[in-house]
């Protein structure tokens, strides 16, 4: 009996007890924490544990981020990064890494598992397409001008800095001249002194409008040198001419791939190209414009097969210019008829003016790619453009309306 009574003498002191450290003890703490919020208190034994599990937790969520990307709009999947000895992991530095072709091919050279520098100036580049790496310790922006030189200690250069679009190029055709000569001239001077090798993402562009079908390698082209085109054109065909220089009088390592059309992905919404314009008229029920009588052609590839061309370009021994396309060519009138099947679209195709010195026709042999680099793309068209709709798509139901640019010059917008 004793025993039951005194039993719950006991129960009720531990459950005032219990209430009184709920209620009153937090409070009390609260208060002095707040009045004492700038002095670092001493830790008891029982804080000093939660502070080691809080330094724990910080270690392990910091080990769990430094193999991974983080999910975000323009990069929902969690890519995984490997480790590598320090021996096996380079220094890349990738100019114009925030742009369409440099975000995916950061993502491969992240998931390798070397550093990765990107310096971009943010003019056509989105910094949301770098966004899913921006907490990884491999990986660093700098928001620099490939005009300016540049200090950096570096293994390799993959060297995209320019503007691709041909609205956006021509916005600024002075400037987009100095980023392909001057630009090129301080990767140049960079690698030759840090013995970097460096890789130029030249393009079909430097064919002009071309004389010889489907193009070669050894093919020099059809470039009117003061046309609209030719800020572009002529900029790349000087960069090439640099690159081959810089081989030949100071021995620097270089690589040099023509790239032809590509779409995937992060391109940007409003360059005014004819994957993105096209798909995104096409997902509204607006227009679909083609340029002239839409007899061009072009030939396009998905920018993954890209991304490995530039890889495999850069790890082998080959130091010519070498073709990346994809050589599936197209009219733009079949090209926009084809668009609007897959999109299921009621679209009208409307024809404009032709714009001015637009090449007629383009296709790659990429016969030099397949015998040295062992490339050839693997992505069909029709398998890519079914990954850009669905990704313009998201990019539609986030921005609501998209007006895409039309040929003239044009600033980006973002
Ligand atoms: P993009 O416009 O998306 O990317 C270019 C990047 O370079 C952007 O991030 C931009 O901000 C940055 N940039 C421009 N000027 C710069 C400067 N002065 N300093 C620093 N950064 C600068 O274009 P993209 O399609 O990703 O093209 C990448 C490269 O591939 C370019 O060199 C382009 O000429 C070449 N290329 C692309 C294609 C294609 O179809 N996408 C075809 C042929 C060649
Ligand atoms: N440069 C650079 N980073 C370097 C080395 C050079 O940006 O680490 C620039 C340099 O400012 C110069 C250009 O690259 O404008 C060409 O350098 P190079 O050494 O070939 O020419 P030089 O400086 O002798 O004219
Ligand atoms: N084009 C088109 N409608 C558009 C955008 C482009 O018919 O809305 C045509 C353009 O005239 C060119 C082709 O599509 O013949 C490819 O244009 P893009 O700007 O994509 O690349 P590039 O001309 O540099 O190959």
Known sequence: MRTGILSKQTLLILLVGTLFGYTVVPRLVETSSLAESVAVKPFTEDRHLRQDDV?????ENNKLLAMHSLPTDRSPNVMKTAVLSDYRRKKILVTGGAGFVGSHLVDKLMMEGHEVTVVDNFFTGQKKNVAHWMHHPNFSLVVHDVT????AEVDEIYHLACPASPPHYQFNSVKTIKTSTEGTLNMLGLAKRVKARILLTSTSEIYGDPQVHPQREDYWGNV????PRSCYDEGK??????????????DVDVRVARIFNTFGPRMHPNDGRVVSNFIIQALQGKPMTVYGEGDQTRSFQY??????GLHALMNGDYDGPVNLGNPDEFTMKEFAKYVKDLTDSKSEIRFLDKTTDDPSKRRPDISLAKKKLNWQPRVTVEEGLRHTIDYFQGVLDEAGEIIPTG???????N
């Open 55 to 59: 330094i724990l937790k910080m270690v």
């Open 303 to 308: 920018v993954s097969d890209l991304v490995d």
């Open 148 to 151: 300016e030189p540049l200090m």
């Open 237 to 250: 065909r000087v960069a090439e001419t640099m690159m081959y220089s810089y081989k030949e009088q100071s």
């Open 407 to 413: 040929p003239g010059a044009s600033k980006p917008q």
């Open 224 to 227: 009117n040198p003061i046309g």
